[in-house]
């Protein structure tokens, strides 16, 4: 019977192992990866169901198929209750065994993708409850989140990384938060500000020169593309640098290599690139004066990271690190915020962003007379929006911080005389974020009058 079912499974496609015992079935099973296993429950030597029962001990999940004679239906159910999957009744046809054999293995399979399944939700899951985190940076908010999550995932890569927003969200923080996760992270990390350097020296400074390159040249000096070699540079304000410097940098970005100003010697260097912008390069395209392939060669991964007005519960968090850090500076007891200043805080929309809150902080340390901030010491920086009758508070009583921001957006408008172009540099946005907002108050995108 072994030999009749040997020959017709493997007509039908199966590769069979055949033991005539369960000694030597456990045997085959130790050495083979098997997907079903079919036994008689009378054997010699060990038994079916105990080698069913050594079988099931071993793999939980392996499908068992029991054949049994008529006269011993009983055994064949006991058999079900250790863990068979099926049974057979002797004497049998071949088209029943065949039926009963692929319906088990159907049966398996489903099982086990649906096990596969059950643990890519749970990996899912655990992904999306993760919470990432840094030791320098304050990431409670979803926003902030989602930066970190893709900081983890493009450290470990080489690619070039495009950090934008506005100014002083935390652009060169995250920018040393990549740096520090990646392989290059025993490396420099160079930073280098476009806007801080003479656009006559920004060449200079980023590929070194050799000595006579020019007037006061007396020493030849590397530049910051050699001190950052198999570390990361980190070119801030990237949409400052001239056109004649973008040149050079989409040549490296592309060959890898460059020469010193003055020099004929051609350097090669192993650096991962990050560069940062608080302008919308897109718009510079547009008007010609940043080069799109440059532009195509920084993108490679953006990182957008959003203004502090968008993500206010990272707040309290970035104020309490910054109370605890200026009070042990400054020397003073200072140990908490109060509730109420907490409030004002809150309600602020921080045009500098996390660059606007250390200060504030700063200051109410500084001049702070008792050991919790209140509400009267802070300071801010912009002069609140007068109410009507001389009222107190920030904002017009009644008037939210969105209504506020539509009454600025149509006053911009009015000042502009309608134009677009001029009213979105009133407001410090790109033209592509003014329409948006205009779109979101109902104002159409048409009859538009450019500078």
Wanted: net charge neutral; charged share 30%.
């Amino acid at each position: 019977m072994r030999r009749l079912l040997e020959l017709n499974l493997g007509d039908d496609g199966f590769t069979t192992l055949s033991a005539g015992d369960a000694e030597a079935g456990m045997k085959l099973l130790r050495e083979n990866s098997v997907d079903l296993v079919l036994t008689d429950l009378k054997l010699p030597g060990m038994s079916g169901l105990e080698f069913l029962q050594t079988v099931k001990s071993q793999n939980g999940g392996l499908p068992v198929l029991v054949m049994t004679a008529f006269g011993t239906v009983e055994t064949a159910v006991e058999a079900m209750k250790a863990g068979a999957s099926d049974y057979v009744l002797k004497p049998f046809s071949l088209t029943e065994m065949r039926i009963k054999i692929r319906k088990e293995l159907d049966v398996s399979t489903l099982r086990e993708r649906l096990e596969q399944t059950t643990e890519e939700n749970r990996n899912l899951r655990e992904a999306l409850g993760k919470r990432y985190s840094h030791p320098n940076i304050v990431a409670r908010s979803a926003k902030m989140q989602e930066v970190l999550a893709t900081v983890d995932r493009v450290a470990t890569t080489n690619s070039t990384v495009l950090l934008g927003g506005e100014s002083g969200v935390g652009k060169d923080l995250i920018a040393r938060a990549i740096h520090e996760k990646s392989r290059r992270a025993s490396g420099p990390f160079i930073k280098i500000n476009s806007t801080a350097i003479p656009e006559n020296l920004l060449e200079s400074e980023l590929f070194g020169y050799e000595k006579g390159a020019f007037t006061g040249a007396n020493v030849s000096k590397p530049g910051k593309f050699e001190l950052a070699d198999k570390g990361t540079l980190f070119l801030d304000e990237i949409g400052d640098v001239p056109p004649a410097t973008q040149v050079k940098l989409l040549r490296v970005l592309q060959e890898r290599d460059f020469e010193r100003l003055g020099g004929t010697k051609t350097i090669k260097v192993d650096v991962r690139l990050i560069a940062a912008t608080n302008r919308d390069l897109r718009e510079a395209l547009e008007q010609g004066t940043f080069r799109e392939d440059l532009y195509y060669r920084l993108n490679v991964v953006p990182i957008d990271i959003a203004p502090l007005r968008q993500r206010k519960e990272d707040i309290p968090e970035l104020a309490n690190l910054f109370v605890s850090h200026f009070a042990g500076d400054s020397g003073k007891p200072v140990e908490s915020i109060s509730p109420e200043a907490m409030q004002i805080l809150l309600n602020y929309h921080w045009p500098g962003n996390v660059r606007e809150l250390q200060n504030i902080i700063e200051r109410a340390c500084a001049l702070a007379k008792r050991t919790v901030l209140e509400a009267s010491d802070i300071h801010l920086d912009s002069r609140p929006a007068k109410a009507p009758n001389g009222a107190g508070g920030f904002l017009p009583e009644g008037v939210t911080l969105e209504r506020w921001e539509d009454e600025m957006i149509q006053e911009a408008l009015r000042r502009a005389n309608g134009n677009k172009s001029q009213a979105a540099r009133l407001l410090g946005l790109s033209r592509n974020a003014l329409r948006y907002r205009l779109s979101k108050i109902g104002i159409a995108d048409e009859g538009e009058r450019d500078a």
